[in-house]
C-alpha cells in the first residue's frame, strides 16, 4: 500500500470521509436502510454494511426500527446515536442568561433561564455562566462532563487582542479583562464566544432564511440593533470583533453621535433601534402605546401597526422602514450582498408588510438591490445559533473515525 495510514487518499482516510458523509446524510434525513445509504453515497452493498457496522461500534450509530409499506421483510434502519455526544449554547443579555444543551442530532434535550436583574443584584458572571449551565445540563439528565463543548453569545464582541468585551457597555460585569481565564478555569469543556447577533445569523445560516446563500445580510433589532455579516459562507467578525455594529452608525435623520465607545449608542441606534419606536409612535399621532419593557413594547407596536388600517399607524410603520432602509443603504452599498434577512423581534413583528416597505425604500435609496427576507428563525434564534455553533465542531471532532 502507498503512503501511510493518515495520508490523503490513504484507505483510512477513504473510509473516514464514507463514514462522514454517512453519518451526515443520516442527520439530514433520518433513518436510512443500509441500501438506501449505499445509494445516496454510491457505496456497494458490502461497503456500506462494513461502514454501518464500523459505526456501530464506535457508539455512533444505533440500528433501530426497520422500513414498513413494502412486501417481504423490512430492511434495518439505522440513525445516529443521539447519546453519542451533547453540546450546549448560552444567550446572554443584561436581564438573563437562557442555556440549552442539545445532543448530537440537534435535539434540544434540556433548557434553563436564570434571571440577572439588575448590576447589584446580579451574581459574578462565572457563577452566573456556571449556574445556566447546570440548570440546563440538569434538565437534560446530565452532568457538565457529558457536554463536549459550549458557545456563549453575548451583546458585542471579545476583542481577539486583548480579550476584553467590547461594544456592550450594557452588560454588566462581563469586561474583566481576567474573565475569560476565569471561565475556562471554572468549565470542564472547551468554551467560545460569538457575538449574539452572528449566532442569529448562524442559525438563519443552517436552518432558515440564508440557507444555500453564500453572501448575506442580517439586521437584527431586539435589545440592541446590529447586523452580522457572512461573506463567502463564512462570517466576517472584523479586526477587533466589531464587524456589523452598525448600532453605531452615523446616519443622516440622527444627530451625529461623537464618543460613541462612551454614550454606547450611536446614529442608526437611535434613529431605528428599539428605543425609538414608543416616541416615534407618539409624535406621528398613535395612542395607547405599549408601555413596559422597551423592546417588548416596541415589537408590540410593530406589530400592531403592521395590521392596522389607520393612518396614525400606517405612518408609524412607512417611517420606521424609512429609518431602517437609510442604516441599511450604507451597508449593501458596501457590501452588495446578495440577501438581507429581517431578525430580531421589533423586525419580525412587522412581518412582510414591513419587508415590503423597506424593501421598497431600499431600492430608491441604494443602487444595489439585494433581496429582503423575514428571519425564519424566530424562537431564541441567538441559542439556537450557539447551538449550531457548537455542533458543528462537536460533530467535526466526534465524527473524524481516522484517529
Known amino acids: 500500500m502507498a503512503g ?6 490513504t484507505p483510512r482516510v477513504l473510509r473516514a470521509m464514507n463514514d462522514r458523509a454517512a453519518l451526515d446524510l443520516l442527520l439530514e434525513h433520518g433513518p436510512l436502510s443500509r441500501t438506501r445509504i449505499g445509494k445516496l453515497t454510491g457505496l456497494s452493498k458490502p461497503t456500506a454494511s462494513q461502514l454501518l457496522a464500523r459505526l456501530e461500534a464506535a457508539g455512533l450509530v444505533l440500528a433501530g426500527g426497520t422500513t414498513e409499506g413494502r412486501p417481504g421483510p423490512g430492511a434495518q434502519l439505522y440513525e445516529v446515536n443521539p447519546a453519542a455526544a451533547h453540546a450546549a449554547g448560552l444567550d446572554v443579555t443584561p436581564d438573563r442568561v437562557l ?25 459574578p458572571v462565572v457563577r452566573q455562566v456556571t449556574d445556566a449551565l447546570d440548570g440546563a445540563v440538569k434538565a437534560a439528565g446530565l452532568v457538565r462532563d457529558d457536554v463536549h463543548r ?20 450594557h452588560l454588566p460585569g462581563w469586561h474583566s479583562p481576567a474573565l475569560l481565564g476565569e471561565l475556562a478555569a471554572a468549565l470542564p469543556m472547551p468554551v467560545e464566544y460569538e457575538n449574539d447577533v452572528n449566532l442569529a445569523a448562524v442559525a438563519e445560516q443552517r436552518l432558515g432564511a440564508a440557507r444555500g446563500h453564500e453572501d ?3 439586521l437584527w433589532n431586539q435589545e440592541g440593533l446590529g447586523a452580522a455579516l457572512v461573506l463567502g459562507g463564512r462570517l466576517h467578525r472584523g479586526w477587533t470583533g466589531g464587524a456589523g455594529e452598525v448600532g453605531f452608525l452615523p446616519v443622516p435623520g440622527a444627530p451625529l453621535v461623537r464618543k460613541v465607545s462612551r454614550t454606547g449608542s450611536g446614529g442608526f441606534q437611535e ?38 388600517e389607520d393612518d396614525p399607524h400606517r405612518r408609524l410603520l412607512r417611517t420606521y422602514a424609512t429609518r431602517l432602509a437609510t442604516g441599511l443603504a450604507s451597508l449593501v452599498s458596501v457590501l452588495d450582498p446578495e440577501l438581507v434577512v429581517l431578525s430580531g423581534t421589533s423586525l419580525t413583528a412587522g412581518g412582510e408588510a414591513l419587508r415590503t416597505l423597506v424593501q421598497d425604500e431600499l431600492e430608491e435609496l441604494a443602487a444595489s438591490r439585494p433581496r429582503l427576507v423575514v428571519g425564519d428563525v424566530t424562537e431564541h434564534p441567538v441559542l439556537r445559533g450557539a447551538l449550531e455553533s457548537a455542533l458543528a465542531t462537536t460533530r467535526d471532532e466526534v465524527f473524524d473515525t481516522s484517529r
Do not use: C
Request: positive net charge; aromatic residues 6%.
Open 150 to 169: 459550549l458557545v456563549i453569545g453575548t451583546p458585542g464582541a471579545f476583542d481577539p487582542g486583548t480579550g476584553r468585551l467590547r461594544y456592550a457597555s
Open 99 to 123: 442555556a440549552a444543551v442539545a445532543d448530537i442530532t440537534g435535539r434540544t434535550v434540556g433548557r434553563f433561564e436564570l434571571p440577572t436583574p439588575g448590576r447589584r443584584a446580579a451574581a
Open 4 to 9: 501511510t495510514a493518515g495520508t490523503p487518499g
Open 216 to 218: 448575506f445580510v442580517l
Open 271 to 308: 434613529l431605528a433601534g428599539s428605543q425609538a419606536l414608543p416616541q416615534l409612535a407618539r409624535d406621528l399621532g398613535v395612542t395607547s402605546v405599549p408601555t413596559g419593557v422597551y423592546h417588548e413594547a416596541a415589537a408590540a407596536l410593530v406589530a400592531r401597526a403592521a395590521r392596522a
